[in-house]
């Protein structure tokens, strides 16, 4: 029975190292897309134009109150039906099809966006008034403020949130699962069934995860020292 466990534990290698690749895919660029949009709901949450306002709030309390698992399952399945209604209103013909892969990037990075719109918020309004009154003063374009001042003073107390949210991104990678999308997690299900050795199996799925995880942890922990270089440290 053990050689037999070890023996399909071998076959499913390669399929598990490409699912744990696809995860990883996944989440990085979901975290890429997700990091552009909650610099622009950080940056409309403080805008003074009222009506911008309400839509970054409206955008980030809604999808935070929403489950992942049933933003996923609406856009998989109702968000070609809604594609294929705007076009054929649109005059253009042509049935749309969405793949895994875009939905799980772009649910995930719609919600990535949610949270990191209240972690630049919060980390932006953490940068003492001064140096942006000192940057207005001195006739800092838009860009250069943002670049020199609002950046490298958000980062150090924005990467702590972010170093979370990653973690908690990967994790959620599993829910694309329920599509049968062939990451990680739907491939130790595959391996699981099949073999019946399911105990291996999803512990060599949480090994991995966890390898992920603390390599993670790593990259985070030298980045924040990087950031954070100069600064006082507490003894």
Same mark, same amino acid.
């Given at each position: 029975?053990?050689?037999?466990?070890?023996?399909?534990?071998?076959?499913?290698?390669?399929?598990?190292?490409?699912?744990?690749?696809?995860?990883?895919?996944?989440?990085?660029?979901?975290?890429?897309?997700?990091?552009?949009?909650?610099?622009?709901?950080?940056?409309?949450?403080?805008?003074?134009?009222?009506?911008?306002?309400?839509?970054?709030?409206?955008?980030?309390?809604?999808?935070?109150?929403?489950?992942?698992?049933?933003?996923?399952?609406? /856009?998989?399945?109702?968000?070609? !039906? &809604?594609?294929? $209604?705007?076009? %054929? @209103?649109?005059?253009?013909?042509? *049935?749309?099809?969405?793949?895994?892969?875009?939905?799980?990037?772009?649910?995930?990075?719609?919600?990535?966006?949610a949270y990191?719109?209240?972690?630049?918020?919060?980390?932006?309004?953490?940068?003492?008034?001064?140096?942006?009154?000192?940057a207005d003063?001195?006739?800092?374009?838009?860009?250069?403020?943002?670049?020199?001042?609002?950046?490298?003073?958000?980062?150090?107390?924005?990467?702590?949130?972010?170093?979370?949210l990653w973690?908690?991104?990967?994790?959620?990678?599993?829910?694309?699962?329920?599509?049968?999308?062939?990451? /990680?997690?739907?491939?130790?299900? !595959? &391996?699981?069934? $099949?073999?019946? %050795? @399911?105990?291996?199996?999803?512990? *060599?799925?949480?090994?991995?995860?966890?390898?992920?995880?603390?390599?993670?942890?790593?990259?985070?922990?030298?980045?924040?020292?990087?950031?954070?270089?100069?600064?006082?440290?507490?003894?």
């Amino acid at each position: 029975m053990t050689a037999m466990t070890s023996e399909g534990l071998i076959d499913w290698a390669g399929p598990i190292l490409g699912g744990a690749l696809t995860t990883v895919q996944i989440a990085v660029l979901a975290y890429a897309i997700g990091l552009l949009l909650g610099l622009l709901g950080a940056g409309a949450k403080l805008s003074p134009w009222a009506p911008l306002r309400s839509l970054a709030t409206a955008y980030s309390t809604l999808i935070r109150a929403v489950p992942e698992l049933l933003l996923i399952i609406l /856009l998989y399945y109702a968000g070609a !039906q &809604a594609l294929d $209604s705007l076009l %054929a @209103y649109l005059g253009m013909a042509g *049935a749309v099809q969405i793949t895994g892969f875009a939905t799980a990037v772009g649910v995930l990075a719609f919600v990535q966006g949610a949270y990191m719109t209240e972690v630049f918020r919060g980390a932006i309004l953490a940068i003492p008034r001064g140096q942006l009154e000192a940057a207005d003063a001195f006739g800092f374009s838009r860009w250069a403020r943002f670049h020199r001042i609002v950046l490298q003073g958000m980062l150090p107390n924005a990467l702590p949130g972010m170093s979370n949210l990653w973690l908690i991104l990967i994790k959620d990678t599993a829910l694309i699962s329920v599509i049968g999308f062939n990451e /990680l997690f739907f491939t130790i299900q !595959q &391996a699981a069934a $099949s073999s019946r %050795a @399911y105990f291996l199996f999803y512990a *060599a799925a949480g090994v991995i995860y966890l390898l992920i995880t603390l390599s993670s942890t790593a990259l985070f922990t030298r980045l924040e020292r990087y950031v954070r270089r100069g600064q006082p440290t507490e003894a």
